[in-house]
Structures are given as C-alpha cells and as structure tokens.
C-alpha cells in the first residue's frame, strides 16, 4: 500500500478528479500538452495539473492523505509553497510542491540532498537553518515539507517600502544569526 497510514481524507473540500473517471468535474483543458508523458500518467494528471504542470491546489483537500492545505504562501518558477495542516503532528507547516516536469524533479532532487546534508549538521538546531521535515512525490509532483516560519526577507523589505532596514535592526539580525 502506498500510503500505511490515513491521517487526514479532505471530506470537505471540493475534490478534483483526473479527466476520464466517471467522478470527473474537471473538464480537459485543450492547451495541456501530455510533453514526455506515457497516456496513462497525462490521464493521470489532468484535471490535477496545470498548462504549466504546475499542482492546482485544492484548499482543505488532504496531500497524502497526511498535509490539509489551507493558504498560499508564495508561487515561483519551480512551483508553490502552501501552509499546510500536518495531520500526523498537528502543526502547521510549509509545503513546496514542485512542477511536475522531469527538469523541476532533478533540481528539487539535489535541493533535497542537499537539505538533508544541512540538517544532518544541525541536529541540535544550532545553525539558523530551515530544516526539512519531509520528502514524498503526490500525483507526479516532488513535495517537501518544512517547520513553518515567519515572513521571509523579500516580504520584510516590501512591508519597509522598500527604504532598507536601520542600522538596529541589522546589528539585531546579526546578533540573532550568531547565537
């Protein structure tokens, strides 16, 4: 069995179902190309995917059968991060979902390598490093999992208006950084 455990099922959400299946709602979009898909995995996946293959996103419906998403917190060339509910923890974490293009999963492979290097380094959380919890691959797409943190750089320096932080605030950071 894929997934040994069932912690969460997304009765709630309003679910999407792969084109084809006699529970579809989805109806094909004519621009999504199948690319270097074998027929089974593009019917697979559309009606999941995107035209750019990037994961359409279903607030409330399970990942997994584990993570609940529940807010967008960015988008990007590889993909999107959403704020998730970990249904085997209880915490909120960020989960990056990964365009399902083979160039995307390589690149999302040796990110994981190399977190996993990082994390194996800072097994008493001294380094100021996000750590990731968790690697799996949901409907074609790379997922990873991370503690959730506050804002990031780029949102702190567009909530300044983009003016630069006061000397305080940078000597403050720094102190932060070097504990």
Known sequence: MRYPKIYFLGLQARKRFPAGTPFSSVVSDPS????DYDFKSAQQLIGFDDPQASYIVTFNDHIAYRYEPIGLLGKGSFGQVVRAIDHATGNQIALKIIR???RFARQAAEEIKI???LRNQDMDDSNNVIHLLDHFTFRGHVCMTFELLSINLYELIHRNRFKGFSCALIIFSINILAL
């Open 115 to 117: 977190l996993e290097t």
């Open 100 to 102: 399902n293009e083979t």
């Open 32 to 35: 999504f190309s199948a690319g």
